[in-house]
């Protein structure tokens, strides 16, 4: 059982296809910067671990679900075992990656039921700035995750100014969070992909 002060085990769940990204270095320091936050409101999270799927990507195309990959079970444990978790991706088409979306397709339904989850997104027009809400936010929502928190999401053109941005979302985010996460149920075990959940009719 994790203490409800922590250190509460934290994953950055990386969605675009490019390893490296500029969209992974604003989940990184969203991560670290909720650390900071959250630890001067006496909530403390674990250093954060990095779920890239970039990597990973010619697993998820050729996966036995039945039996996946050990690097992909990893992949799969560290998600669903964190108690936050900030899932990061591009926009792409006005939404996000098919290559999130592939990942997250096998879990179960609840899988993410004992998690506070955050969905960060970066975009190149303001227009598809509601894009982490509208599309990401129901994604995570759809796995039972709790999401208390509106998403963040950052233009290509506040890169240059990135420590400001994140800094003022984590200021408005982290009252929240820190009586959310405390709060949270632990998981009983990492969940899994269910191999059924991939049959479509």
Known sequence: MIESNGPHP??????NPRAGSRTANVARRAADTLVECL????????????????????????????????????????????????VATPTFKGSYTGLLKLFVDPLPRRALAATV???????????DQHAVDSHLRPLLLALDASVPVPGLSVLESQFDRLDDVVGR????????????????????????????LLTFV
């Open 10 to 15: 934290v994953t950055v769940l990386l969605g």
């Open 39 to 86: 630890a001067a409101r006496g909530v403390h999270l674990a250093e954060p671990s990095v779920v890239d799927l970039s990597g990973l990507t010619p697993l998820l195309s050729t996966a036995d679900w039945a039996q996946p990959p050990a690097a992909l079970a990893e992949a799969y444990r560290q998600v669903t075992s964190a108690r936050l978790l900030l």
């Open 117 to 127: 989850a955050i969905p960060v997104m970066t975009a190149a027009r303001a227009a």
């Open 169 to 196: 979302w984590c200021s408005a985010a982290a009252p929240v969070l820190a009586g959310v996460l405390p709060a949270v149920a632990d998981p009983i075990l990492p969940m899994l992909p269910d191999p059924s």
